[in-house]
């Protein structure tokens, strides 16, 4: 069985392709997708680039094309939650599509035909992924070292979160903007941990072809002012091996 490990970024992939046994690359649709064997599963991995039409469709080629009956994304996003602070982890228990309004005909963020705003993950593949999430966060010298003053280098401990995840074809980088989602959903019930631009819409091509799908996202941001804050090192120096080490580890309890 085929699982697929999906990113927006590169490194949001971490050195995954450079740890497969027996790769071969394919380029389609203007996408490279990586086969081979990580921890004796068969495995294929992508970069969908980033937005929602952009992640659908790299869904929908892994799952027609390559054959992938679980799927799982790694990358980042911006916290919303009380308590998600940069350099934590988030691994989605649902997904909704912060943009989605359909209004007055279906209800806001409703996503017409599906009855539901909020799509949910695979319990049982996302139970695994927090597990490898908190394995990783747990081990010395994990977690994220933030800009401080000069000598100091006070190492944050890093948390593993479960819960929804929002998407949209926006960088949600004002506290403002930020504020204001999370006030919106919170509102109408919808605990919002984290806010990306990918995810919602993987777990809708899931849905429709029936497929296993989980999600883990490290926060680079807090969604706000600050948003776009060496936003490049993080994904380089922190992103990067917490997708090596978790997805990893997840492949290892499968």
């Not at 401990?157 to 004002?174: E, I, K, P």
Request: hydrophobic letters at 45%; one cysteine or more.
């Amino acid at each position: 069985m085929t699982i697929a490990i999906l990113s927006a970024l590169p490194e949001e992939q971490g050195s995954l392709v450079q740890a497969l046994h027996a790769p071969e690359c394919t380029t389609h649709a203007g996408r490279q997708f990586w086969r081979g064997r990580l921890h004796g599963h068969a495995v294929v991995l992508a970069l969908s680039g980033i937005g929602k039409v952009a992640a659908a469709t790299t869904a929908t080629l892994l799952a027609e094309r390559f054959g992938a009956r679980q799927l799982v994304f790694t990358g980042v996003a911006g916290g919303l939650g009380a308590g998600v602070q940069v350099g934590d982890v988030v691994v989605a228990r649902s997904y909704l599509q912060h943009d989605m309004d359909a209004s007055p005909i279906f209800p806001r963020w409703e996503l017409p035909g599906y009855g539901t705003a909020v799509m949910a993950c695979d319990a049982r593949l996302s139970a695994a992924l927090q597990d490898a999430a908190q394995a990783y966060l747990a081990q010395p010298g994990a977690g994220y070292v933030p800009a401080a003053a000069p000598g100091v280098a006070h190492r944050h401990a890093a948390r593993a979160h479960a819960g929804l995840v929002v998407s949209g074809d926006r960088f949600v980088s004002t506290s403002a903007e930020s504020d204001a989602l999370c006030s919106a959903l919170t509102g109408a019930g919808h605990a919002v941990l984290a806010v990306e631009m990918e995810g919602a819409a993987v777990a809708q091509v899931c849905r429709d072809y029936g497929l296993p799908f989980a999600a883990v996202r490290t926060i680079s941001d807090r969604a706000d002012d600050s948003a776009h804050v060496d936003f490049s090192h993080f994904v380089r120096e922190v992103a990067r091996p917490y997708a090596d080490h978790i997805v990893q580890g997840l492949l290892e309890r499968l």
